[in-house]
């Protein structure tokens, strides 16, 4: 095995399944941190805490050679004042709560990647956006990734690495939005949404995963790291790929205001959909990262096996 402890917070939700998958043959052991018990599986073991309070689970960050913070309220839900608060205090909780019980141990985790995300860029059609030279956006959204990102620099962990990764739309078979996407293609209405102009910085969940071995293995890397395929799609493009893969030959497209009524009616926000993300990976290419999979078509074709 070549990692002795991998801890993952929130990671019984998507990401942190394809996390424990991954380093389930690379790593001793995977802890989880979840508000809920689970039974453990061979060496995954999920251990309880409240995201806001430190016990017991403390032990588990001793030495360990990463921790991942996934922890956060879905985002996928209609942005009332309610969940608007539960999306900031399921992200900057935990995360205040990680930084203080890093700074205080003897023998903290080596590397403390916090998910953050690509939509903090600004809302661009006319260039992409990069760690050096993107632009922050404003709104809810954007709000929440700053205090995210606040939360995370707000203790000094001095012998804790820390990367803020500022993940993509994560694609994958078994959750998140590509189950979402296929759905909409198998009921015929799988064509473009709003103009379908909009930017779609996505990642195959095998490539975030190993973004985040590549980051353990390269102790140069620290702050901020986008972690997108470097190669964005237009959204038209996107659905287009998923129904020529799956073979449906209609898609009816679904314009804004058929979204804004959707949105309502299913519980969701438009600007997930229709906001547009080009982002670019540049730390990442730059320190000689490959990802196996630079196309959507080569994503979607995998993802559709
Ligand atoms: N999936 C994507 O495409 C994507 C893209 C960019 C960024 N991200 C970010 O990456 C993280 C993981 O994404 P995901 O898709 O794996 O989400 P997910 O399936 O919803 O999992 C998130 C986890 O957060 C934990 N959580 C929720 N509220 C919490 C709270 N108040 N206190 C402590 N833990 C809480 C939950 O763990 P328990 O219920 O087990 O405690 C849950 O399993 C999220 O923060 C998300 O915003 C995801």
């Given at each position: 095995?070549?990692?002795?402890?991998?801890?993952?917070?929130?990671?019984?939700?998507?990401?942190?399944?394809?996390?424990?998958?991954?380093?389930?043959?690379?790593?001793?052991?995977?802890?989880?941190l979840?508000?809920?018990?689970?039974?453990?599986?061979?060496?995954?073991r999920?251990?309880?805490?409240?995201?806001?309070?430190?016990?017991?689970?403390?032990?588990?960050?001793?030495?360990?050679?990463?921790?991942?913070?996934?922890?956060?309220?879905?985002?996928?839900?209609?942005?009332?004042?309610?969940?608007?608060?539960?999306?900031f205090?399921?992200?900057?909780?935990?995360?205040?709560?990680?930084?203080?019980?890093?700074?205080?141990?003897?023998?903290?985790?080596?590397?403390?990647?916090?998910?953050?995300?690509?939509?903090?860029?600004?809302?661009?059609?006319?260039?992409?956006?990069?760690?050096?030279?993107?632009?922050?956006?404003?709104?809810?959204?954007?709000?929440?990734?700053?205090?995210?990102?606040?939360?995370?620099?707000?203790?000094?962990?001095?012998?804790t690495?820390?990367?803020?990764?500022?993940m993509?739309?994560?694609?994958?078979?078994?959750?998140?939005?590509?189950?979402?996407?296929?759905?909409l293609?198998?009921?015929?209405?799988?064509?473009?949404?709003?103009?379908?102009?909009?930017?779609?910085?996505?990642?195959?969940?095998?490539?975030?995963?190993?973004?985040?071995?590549?980051?353990?293995?390269?102790?140069?890397?620290?702050?901020?790291?986008?972690?997108?395929?470097?190669?964005?799609?237009?959204?038209?493009?996107?659905?287009?790929?998923?129904?020529?893969?799956?073979?449906?030959?209609?898609?009816?497209?679904?314009?804004?205001?058929?979204?804004?009524?959707?949105?309502?009616?299913?519980?969701?926000?438009?600007?997930?959909?229709?906001?547009?993300?080009?982002?670019?990976?540049?730390?990442?290419?730059?320190?000689?990262?490959?990802?196996?999979?630079?196309?959507?078509?080569?994503?979607?074709?995998?993802?559709?096996?």
């Amino acid at each position: 095995m070549k990692y002795k402890k991998i801890v993952l917070a929130g990671g019984n939700g998507y990401l942190g399944t394809v996390l424990a998958g991954y380093y389930k043959d690379k790593a001793e052991e995977i802890v989880i941190l979840s508000r809920h018990e689970k039974q453990t599986d061979g060496n995954v073991r999920t251990v309880t805490w409240d995201g806001k309070t430190a016990g017991k689970w403390t032990a588990e960050l001793v030495n360990a050679d990463m921790l991942v913070n996934l922890c956060g309220k879905n985002v996928n839900c209609r942005y009332t004042e309610k969940n608007k608060s539960e999306i900031f205090a399921s992200r900057l909780l935990p995360t205040e709560l990680l930084g203080q019980v890093i700074h205080d141990l003897y023998e903290p985790p080596k590397l403390w990647i916090n998910l953050s995300s690509a939509t903090i860029y600004r809302h661009a059609e006319d260039g992409p956006q990069d760690e050096a030279t993107g632009e922050i956006g404003t709104g809810f959204s954007v709000d929440v990734c700053n205090a995210w990102e606040a939360a995370f620099y707000k203790y000094e962990t001095p012998k804790t690495r820390k990367v803020a990764l500022r993940m993509g739309i994560v694609l994958g078979r078994s959750d998140s939005v590509f189950p979402r996407l296929l759905n909409l293609v198998k009921l015929g209405i799988g064509g473009m949404q709003g103009n379908g102009e909009q930017y779609v910085s996505w990642v195959h969940e095998h490539d975030a995963a190993r973004s985040t071995e590549w980051l353990m293995e390269h102790p140069g890397l620290n702050g901020i790291v986008n972690c997108t395929a470097p190669i964005p799609v237009k959204n038209a493009e996107l659905m287009h790929i998923i129904r020529k893969t799956y073979g449906m030959p209609l898609g009816l497209p679904a314009p804004k205001w058929l979204l804004e009524i959707g949105s309502v009616v299913i519980g969701t926000e438009t600007e997930l959909i229709l906001k547009s993300r080009w982002v670019l990976p540049k730390r990442l290419l730059d320190s000689g990262f490959k990802f196996e999979f630079e196309t959507a078509e080569a994503a979607v074709n995998d993802i559709l096996r």
